[in-house]
């Protein structure tokens, strides 16, 4: 395993689940961008039902909506590793943001990746991407809206993702970057 080390960085900012930090570029002008102080990594699950659907998320995001970006985002179950549940591992996560966040148990889980950025020249974090594959659509625990953040649930067919995310777009939404990386993912060798 290759170790980084970390240079120079220096909070500018702090709260209990963001910072904002500088360091230096290769040119020496001072580079900000937002760290995760408290999850060591983010896990981003694509539930897949009975290998017909994907269940979708919507959610109100307040910084698209007090930028008047969109009054919705479409979404996976996602979620931090390690910030509630210490010393969690990321399967552990991956069952706990399922249970939460979709009310499902997976049957199985097919990490695809463990390195993905959304945004590497803004933000430190990098997310871990999973396929939950679910042999019955059955609700075993009551969904959280997450802080009044998780607005909706919808159950799209596999064929169909690609026009319904289109009409989300058109009505208004904005597609998170994670979930269309789970998407590609989904889609595998067939590219």
Wanted: a neutral charge; charged letters at 25%; one cysteine or more.
């Amino acid at each position: 395993m290759k170790v980084y080390i970390m240079v120079n960085n220096k909070v500018l900012y702090n709260t209990k689940y963001l910072q904002l930090k500088s360091t230096k570029s290769k040119t020496g002008s001072d580079w900000v961008y937002a760290h995760r102080p408290n999850a060591r990594d983010v896990v981003i699950i694509v539930p897949v039902i009975e290998n017909k659907k994907v269940l979708f998320i919507k959610e109100e995001r307040p910084p698209l909506v007090s930028e008047g970006i969109s009054n919705c985002s479409i979404a996976v179950p996602a979620g931090l590793v390690g910030d509630e549940r210490k010393n969690e591992s990321i399967e552990d996560a991956i069952n706990a943001e399922l249970l939460e966040e979709a009310g499902l148990k997976a049957d199985k889980i097919d990490i695809k990746t463990r390195k993905a950025a959304s945004s590497p020249g803004c933000v430190s974090e990098v997310v871990t991407i999973a396929i939950a594959y679910i042999n019955k659509y059955e609700i075993i625990s009551k969904p959280v809206d997450d802080g009044g953040v998780i607005i909706d649930r919808v159950l799209v067919d596999i064929k169909n993702i690609y026009p319904w995310l289109r009409e989300q777009e058109e009505n208004g939404a904005v597609i998170a970057a994670q979930t269309l990386a789970g998407l590609f993912y989904l889609k595998g060798e067939n590219i």
